[in-house]
């Protein structure tokens, strides 16, 4: 299978995305196909020995639109960035608005001014001036029609081809308002050359000018807010771009040599100055510098990097000075992988989405069926062909579906936007929609409750041994051991500036610990069974380390042929914000559960540290996955919170798997989310952002459905009868355009959205 993003022309409504994502579906050999209608893309995945990408334009070309391969590098950190189109829409749709405000003004004055008593010509003035006054409408209409051709070419297009849009209803219900204007303006002239003043005057009241362009400019107008509100909902992918440095200072013979981003190959030594931005991914060889990592990862805290220490492209080296290797380059670094999953998370598609497209796609055929009906309808009752007009006129352009096609990718496209300026990568919509039923999370201990790095928590010494002497045995002993353990004491130590002895006949004991001879004397580091082993010991000194074990401590005792010198626990500590995150979860309802390998009572000494619930412990990690598949058996929709790595089976089991803590490879692969930080409340934060997309979605759906449900009956003139109500067909046309308006100004809310839960 092969996977192909497009971009696609002349689209302008759901109606449009729909029919493409119809038509392209049917192609041999196709599994996937996305449409996204905000962003004029469309994201396949295909056999690429049954399809071509050639097979495939010539399906969305012979549907009536255009679509060419996207090129990949418009969505990397180093080229033009993809958002440069929509900014070319921007601008082309400004041009047209103003062409088209030009012209409709003085069009509506001429035509609206005798009404208001508005000051006008004298040549406009009086029936023996009708033929002035009607041609000269006609004549300001022209530019707006022209300007806005592209309503007319589109839609008598897709009219023709038995699959109509919206600009299909633009078309026909502006062109039988020109069409009756002109028929009109025949009508004057007959009237004049007859004489007969009074048909002269009927048709000079019947001129449809002013609404055909009032209706082309509103719904341009409509346009062109939509298209400034696009530009913002991807406001956070184009902050990311923006962040991308585009050069780089590369050390050659020593001599520091400035180039081009896209110069920078892996394995190229970089300087980095203070002040300046890291270039690409890589590691830190030589120096120290202070990393503002902020724009990626939300947390504000510059972090300390050292030499061995990985550093990420686009973040900035406040102070400091340092040289790196390159690793990471182009399309490889983390920047562009992030931009890539938020582009990609935009561009698919929620299940919401499916009600609103499923609607639009036989929405449009049967509002040109009611038209034709309501005017046929209004005729036969015995209205004159004016009102039936429009009548018609009215239900075509107020009940254009642009209301229910923007009504979902405004929100998910805010909404990983802001989720993904705080580290939170949403990787698809329905991801997404998906987190705002989550009824259980499953949390990994190891990493993701706690640090995940094991650090000396106490040290009990017995027998007028002195800490530091204690610490510069079993410091020595532990310099040698391969276990993982070893490595928080030999920090401890080398943190209190304590030397190290050598050792001899150092012997690692299975399952027991290590011994040698420091100084010729005789000295064990191990376990209580080791200790009971090899030396009578006092109650006191194993109830302190059964102790330090109830407490998920692993306790160390170090001790001579004559003496127990002392006690040192070691633990993998809880992180700060766990509890808080558990808290907030258990306060949205969601029940909580701990996953881990470590033993019963480990786990149960975490458990109460965090007031977690339930806690499943003694787990291998391939047997993770049955777990989370049993909670799901229970009817539970379940997420499952872990560091991506032993936890893979489990994240793609799960409903919404989320990797805690950024870079592996394989945590952007088997998980839903991913989040930049290790920290659980960016969970809480997943869990409230789709929430608060969710139910903006469907405040968008309601109001688009709302609109149409009320206004068609109005424009049909069902209560024209009772209450003489009327729809004018340019109040119909401001309110289409408004109606798109007010979805989208509801999606930007939530750019408000308070990512901090503490």
Known sequence: MKKDYFDITGMTCSACSARIEKNVSKLDG????????????????YDDQMLTVADIVGRVEKTGYG??????STTTVNNKPKEDIAVKEFQEMKKRLWISILFSVPLFYISMGHMFNWPLPEFFLGIPNAMNFAFTQFLFLLPVMYVNRKYFKVGFKTLFQGAPNMDSLIALGSTAAVVYGVYAIYKIGMGLGMQDMSMVHTFMMDLY??????ILTLITFGKFLEARAKGQTSEAISKLIELAPKTALKSINGKEVEIPIEDVTSGDILIVKAGTSIPVDGVVINGTGSVDESALTGESIPVEKNTGDNVIGATINKSGYFTMKALKVGEDTTLSQIVKLVDEATSSKAPIAKLADKVSGIFVPIVIIVALIATITWLVLGKDFEFALSIGISILVISCPCALGLATPTAIMVGTG???ENGILIKSAEALETA??????????TGTVTEGKPIVTDIVTYKNTTENEFLHVVGSLEKLSEHPLAEAIIHKAESEHIPFKPVEDFIQLQGEGICGLINDVLYYAGNAKMLKKYLRVENAVLSKGELFASEGKTPLYVFSEDEVLGIIAIADTVKKTSKQAVTALKEMGVDVVMLTGDNAKTAEAIRKQVNIDHVVSDVLPQDKERVIREYQEKGNIVAMVGDGI???????????????GAGTDIAIESADVVLMKSDLLDVVTAIRLSKSVIRNIKQNLFWAF?????????????????????LNPMIGAGA???SSVCVVANALRLKFFKIKSN
């Open 67 to 72: 679509a060419f391969l996207h090129n990949a």
């Open 30 to 45: 196709m599994k996937i196909v996305s449409v996204n209608l905000l962003k004029n893309s469309m994201t396949v995945e």
């Open 736 to 738: 289409m355009s408004l």
């Open 436 to 445: 705002h039923n989550i009824s259980t999370v499953v949390l990994d201990k």
């Open 418 to 420: 802001k989720g993904a």
């Open 209 to 214: 000018f002013e609404s055909a362009g009032m």
């Open 646 to 660: 032993n936890d893979a089976p489990a994240l793609a089991r799960a409903d919404v798997g989320i990797a805690i």
């Open 706 to 726: 709302i609109y149409n449900a009320i206004g068609i009956p109005i424009a049909a003139g069902l209560f024209y009868v009772a209450w003489g109500l009327k």
